[in-house]
């Protein structure tokens, strides 16, 4: 079914067949209005903004380029289109049909993960609402604010699930969604990462690298679930995050690269005298962010994890090109893990461990885009490498939780952590100091000193576009 964009609620699902679930969600609409204007970014929302909206929702989909003023961007819910005679690809009910409506006995379980996905995306919106005051350039600007609507779309699809298949407790879920505040020691966000403030440009950037690729591994973890609205709500999802992970892996490439210009130019390592940021200090924005992203896998060890499989409400990463039984009966994972003081890597049922299989994916494939950060590097004729901190390196979730361990994944003493904390951390005059070179950037064409322009424009518009009109 096409995108029906003459509703006040564009949609591929006939919102207008079900007239009930279309009067809740416009009953849902102006609290969510309310919500954008009062946490989404500050200052621009008159702005004109050169925003891609989808127009349809096949893998190739095509989209729609123009300048919008952001709160007239068209929010709605798109669905990738079914797959005809979709079968449950694991857990117990592999092989049955896939279900359209909750099964009763798995709702609460199910509206959880709803409910916990669908938390992350306003929350990562209240994260970066400051930012636009700070962009390096009209191009980066544009790109916050397209990660920002998007971000915000994909509550409304998790909003769209709670509304027509949870009934009134889904209601009042959607609800709670608009009044928790990112970081609000009241009424906080859900998980941990986003109720971290993200101060700068280059904790966007990684956030958008290492946070938003959480989001991936998550997402297409969901897209496996036995439940078919939530499945292929999530496969159109992962079409948006696309962008917000190539936002990432450009923009903390484009630091690097720029970086790496100063260090030549001036022959020092030491460019903060000259705008740039240390490869040093990158490299510990790096540890920080990939450390804070993978406790959102939660723990090694997870029966929320088993049941969820079992129950075949999340699958794994690529779920049906696994050559196994898919239900994990007697299936073996080795796990690395602390155990008496040492890191020994622990065989266990694999059932238990999903969390980490979900984590090892994530990675390797966190790891590929640092290999091309330090290609552009090598490229440079710089000898430095950035390099993934080890996994129990700061975690707060999970087994390395109770433990201190160093990026090179020593086990070390509490006092010793903190005594060497500022060289693996940023400080707060490191962060300061990060702070103090945003500074914006507005005349199209032109980067702020810190950053190198990218290697093209959007949509093959040329870089000195005006991507977001004054
Ligand atoms: N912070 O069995 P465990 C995205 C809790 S990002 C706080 O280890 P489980 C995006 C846990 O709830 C993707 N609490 O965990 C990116 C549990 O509580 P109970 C978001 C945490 O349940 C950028 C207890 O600890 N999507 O889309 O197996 C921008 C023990 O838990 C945390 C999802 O997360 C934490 N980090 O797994 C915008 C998908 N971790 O039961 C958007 C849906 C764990 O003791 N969520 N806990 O009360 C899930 O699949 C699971 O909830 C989790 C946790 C993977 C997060
Ligand atoms: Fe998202
Ligand atoms: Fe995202």
Redesign the pocket.
């Known amino acids: 079914m096409p995108i029906d964009y003459s509703q006040k609620i564009p949609n591929n699902v006939n919102l207008a067949g079900d007239r009930r679930l279309q009067r809740a969600l416009e009953q849902w609409q102006p609290g969510f209005l309310d919500w954008w204007m009062e946490m989404g970014p500050i200052g621009f929302q008159n702005r004109e903004v050169y925003l891609r909206t989808a127009t349809s929702v096949d893998a190739q989909g095509w989209a729609t380029f123009g300048h919008v003023r952001m709160p007239e961007y068209r929010w709605g819910i798109f669905l990738a289109e079914p797959e005809p005679e979709r079968k449950i690809a694991f857990g117990a009910h592999r092989g049955e049909p896939a279900w359209s409506e909750v099964p009763g006995e798995y709702r609460a379980a199910l509206r959880r993960?709803v409910v916990?996905?669908g938390d992350?995306?306003p929350a990562?919106v209240e994260q970066q609402r400051h930012l636009g005051a700070t962009s390096p350039s009209l191009y980066d600007l544009r790109n916050l604010f397209q990660v920002n609507v998007e971000?915000a779309r994909?509550l409304w699809a998790m909003v769209y699930l709670l509304h027509a298949h949870f009934g009134r407790d889904g209601r009042e879920e959607a609800e709670a969604l608009l009044r928790r505040r990112s970081g609000d020691s009241d009424n906080p966000r859900?998980?941990?990462?986003f109720n971290e403030p993200t101060p700068d440009w280059l904790a966007y950037l990684m956030f958008t690298y290492f946070?938003?690729r959480?989001?991936k591994y998550?997402?297409a973890s969901?897209a496996e679930s036995a439940f078919d609205p939530l499945a292929r709500t999530c496969r159109f999802m992962l079409t948006e995050e696309a962008h917000h992970m190539f936002v990432g892996e450009t923009g903390v490439g484009r630091v690097v690269k720029r970086t790496c210009e100063l260090m030549r130019e001036h022959d020092t390592d030491a460019v903060g005298r000259f705008g740039g940021i240390d490869l040093k200090l990158i490299q510990k924005y790096l540890n920080f962010h990939f450390s804070v992203s993978l406790?959102?896998?939660?723990?090694e060890l997870?029966?929320?994890?088993a049941n969820?499989f079992t129950m075949g409400l999340?699958g794994r990463f690529n779920e049906e090109s696994r050559d196994d039984d898919h239900r994990l009966d007697t299936a073996q994972y080795a796990v690395e893990r602390p155990v008496e003081g040492r890191i020994e890597r622990c065989e266990g049922p694999a059932l238990l461990a999903l969390?980490e299989t979900l984590r090892d994916s994530y990675v390797v494939d966190s790891a590929r885009g640092v290999a091309r950060w330090n290609k552009i590097i090598r490229d440079a004729g710089v000898d430095f490498e950035l390099r993934l901190p080890h996994r129990g390196f700061n975690r707060k979730?999970?087994d390395w939780s109770a433990l201190r361990i160093t990026p090179q994944g020593e086990i070390v003493s509490t006092a010793e952590w903190d005594a060497h904390a500022g060289e693996w951390l940023p400080t707060r005059e490191e962060r300061e100091f990060v702070g103090s070179l945003m500074r914006p950037v507005t005349e199209p064409g032109k980067f702020a000193g810190w950053i190198a322009p990218p290697a093209r424009g959007i949509n093959h518009q040329p870089i000195e576009f005006e991507y977001v009109k004054s």
Do not use: C, R
């Open positions: 993960l916990t996905q992350t995306e990562s971000e994909h859900i998980l941990g990462a946070t938003d959480d989001g998550q997402l969901l406790d959102l896998f939660g723990s997870s029966t929320n994890a969820y999340k969390n979730i999970g």
